[in-house]
């Protein structure tokens, strides 16, 4: 069974930084790609950034480009979000994602399994 948890998320100032994380388990997790979406209020969940299995591909949102950085430790299970300058529209429940593959993927549909999310909310 796998499961991810995410943690990290918080009530933050514009320009303020958070780091979010999301542990993984109950499989192979430096065998599968990771991605970080986002779910803000009367939108549809968004992709924000995706990771390959190594860590050598990766890809963002241009909304978040230059601000965000995704990160991911195979030794720990581990995939991270450094959200610097962050912006009230960037207030969302941020989820992480586990794919079916090992390269990297921007689309819902190819990824197995999610997290119950974590609350970023940034204050103007």
């Known amino acids: 069974q796998v499961q991810l948890v995410e943690s990290g998320g918080g009530l933050v100032q514009a320009g303020d930084s958070l780091r979010l994380s999301c542990v993984a388990s109950?499989?192979?997790?430096?065998?599968?790609?990771m991605g970080w979406f986002r779910h803000a209020p009367g939108k549809e969940r968004e992709f924000v950034a995706t990771?390959?299995?190594?860590?050598?591909?990766?890809y963002y949102v241009d909304s978040v480009k230059g601000r965000f950085t995704i990160s991911r430790d195979n030794a720990k299970n581990t995939v991270y979000l450094q959200m610097n300058s962050l912006k009230p529209e960037d207030t969302a429940v941020y989820y992480c994602?586990?794919?079916?593959?090992?390269?990297?993927?921007?689309?819902?549909?190819?990824?197995?399994?999610w997290g119950q999310g974590t609350q970023v909310t940034v204050s103007s």
């Open positions: 109950g499989r192979t997790f430096s065998t599968y790609a």
């Open positions: 994602a586990e794919s079916r593959g090992s390269s990297y993927y921007l689309s819902r549909g190819n990824y197995d399994y």
């Open positions: 990771i390959s299995a190594s860590g050598g591909s990766i």
